[in-house]
Antibody, heavy 120, light 106 residues
């Protein structure tokens, strides 16, 4: 079964760090392009970052550049998002999602999301 | 950065209505546009990719059109399961989502 399962969310204080994981199954992870997308409570979708596993290419939205880092591990079929210097405005549900085709496409598979709350 | 603007923000409609949602890009994105449906507490679901291609398993009452900077999502006959929020997304340069259109019961 094709599946993405996020984990690692929780409550963190402003300025703190958190690492999100996305476990992948049912498709060839090493040739996929993977993304992180977030949605603040009651708000729209915001794309954060992608990684193209076949060549390691990465990009970030300006809102998280320099604070967040995307990575992947082909051995464990896992995608990660390291989030540093967290702010209240980073509070959101975080989703991982797959490009339909590597290198730039719509997102055809999504995880269920993991909630991150930044608060003192 | 490419900005995506959807209209309307909210749409009230009845079962059986024909519904059209518009998405405008701040610059040309060719046909690199997708549409998603999202229900409360759930992840988005891909409906349309490359502006007009129906994703596998999506009912044929959904259709997409447009190119360049103006795009539309049409639901030909609104069904009870279609009351949801719809987002457009460009993937011409990085990725950007529109702000969403909530389709509610009239």
């Amino acid at each position: 079964e094709v599946q993405l399962v996020e984990s690692g969310g929780g409550l963190v204080q402003p300025g703190g760090s958190l690492r999100l994981s996305c476990a992948v199954s049912g498709f060839t992870f090493r040739t996929s392009t993977m993304n992180w997308v977030r949605q603040a409570p009651g708000k729209g979708l915001e794309w954060l970052s992608y990684i193209t596993n076949i060549n390691g290419g990465k990009n970030y939205a300006d809102s998280v550049k320099g604070r967040f880092a995307i990575s992947s591990d082909g051995a464990s079929n896992s995608l990660y998002l390291q989030m540093n210097n967290l702010r209240a405005e980073d509070t959101a549900v975080y989703y991982c999602a797959r490009d339909r085709a590597p290198g730039g496409d719509a997102f055809d598979i999504w995880g269920q999301g993991t909630m991150v709350t930044v608060s003192s | 950065d490419i900005q995506m603007t959807q209209s309307p923000s909210t749409l009230s409609a009845s079962v059986g209505d024909r519904v059209t949602i518009t998405c405008r890009a701040s610059q040309s994105i060719s046909s690199w546009l997708a549409w998603y449906q999202q229900k409360p507490g759930k992840a988005p679901k891909l409906l349309i990719y490359k502006a007009s291609n129906l994703e596998s398993g999506v009912p044929s009452r959904f259709s997409g059109s447009g190119s360049g900077t103006e795009f539309t999502l049409t639901i030909s006959s609104l069904q009870p399961d279609d009351f949801a929020t719809y987002f457009c997304q460009q993937y011409y340069s990085y990725r950007t989502f529109g702000q969403g259109t909530k389709v509610e019961i009239k």
